[in-house]
């Protein structure tokens, strides 16, 4: 059955550059369908993709919108190697570290590399240790899964 909702990205010039990137660090990813202006050989338009399993459009529509916080890409991590891996390859070639987990890869689309129990560690009955946990991820950039633990 298709996806009812599609997250749709609007890249300036460069989007055929950001989904080699992605499709390159989630498994089951792929293009799906793409499209070029004149012909097969021109110059890249849109594609519907899949990152993970989950479809996304992209296309590149030109400098007139550029991408803000207010949406970001969340990624479940359910290891710290997973967490550094994905971190390292979107900040590269100009991507900038945020605090609390967050970044933003050079294209400028936000993403929030999150381990999988930081909800079950925000959300712990002893208040005082999830009021720890809060505290020490308002201190990190990238998430260490060891040390929010500890909290």
Same mark, same amino acid.
């Given at each position: 059955?298709?996806?009812?909702?599609?997250?749709?990205?609007?890249?300036?010039?460069?989007?055929?550059?950001?989904?080699?990137?992605?499709?390159?660090?989630?498994?089951?990813?792929?293009?799906?369908?793409?499209? #070029?202006?004149?012909?097969?050989?021109?110059?890249?338009? $849109?594609?519907?993709?899949? !990152?993970? =399993?989950?479809?996304?459009? +992209?296309?590149?529509?030109?400098?007139?919108?550029?991408?803000?916080?207010?949406?970001?890409?969340?990624?479940?991590?359910?290891?710290?190697?997973?967490?550094?891996?994905?971190?390292?390859?979107?900040?590269?070639?100009?991507?900038?570290?945020?605090?609390?987990?967050?970044?933003?890869? #050079?294209?400028?689309?936000?993403?929030?590399?999150?381990? $999988?129990?930081?909800?079950? !560690?925000? =959300?712990?009955?002893?208040? +005082?240790?999830?009021?720890?946990?809060?505290?020490?991820?308002?201190?990190?950039?990238?998430?260490?899964?060891?040390?929010?633990?500890?909290?």
């Amino acid at each position: 059955m298709p996806q009812k909702i599609t997250t749709f990205l609007w890249f300036d010039d460069n989007a055929e550059q950001a989904l080699e990137l992605y499709l390159s660090l989630f498994p089951d990813s792929k293009i799906i369908q793409s499209s #070029r202006m004149d012909g097969p050989n021109g110059k890249f338009f $849109s594609a519907t993709f899949q !990152l993970a =399993g989950q479809q996304f459009m +992209a296309i590149n529509g030109g400098p007139h919108y550029r991408f803000t916080e207010a949406v970001s890409l969340f990624v479940d991590c359910e290891t710290q190697e997973e967490i550094d891996r994905l971190t390292a390859r979107l900040l590269e070639g100009g991507g900038t570290q945020q605090p609390c987990g967050w970044l933003k890869d #050079r294209f400028g689309l936000s993403w929030q590399i999150i381990p $999988s129990n930081l909800g079950k !560690l925000l =959300g712990d009955p002893d208040r +005082a240790k999830a009021g720890r946990v809060m505290q020490a991820m308002l201190g990190m950039k990238k998430l260490d899964i060891a040390a929010l633990e500890r909290a």
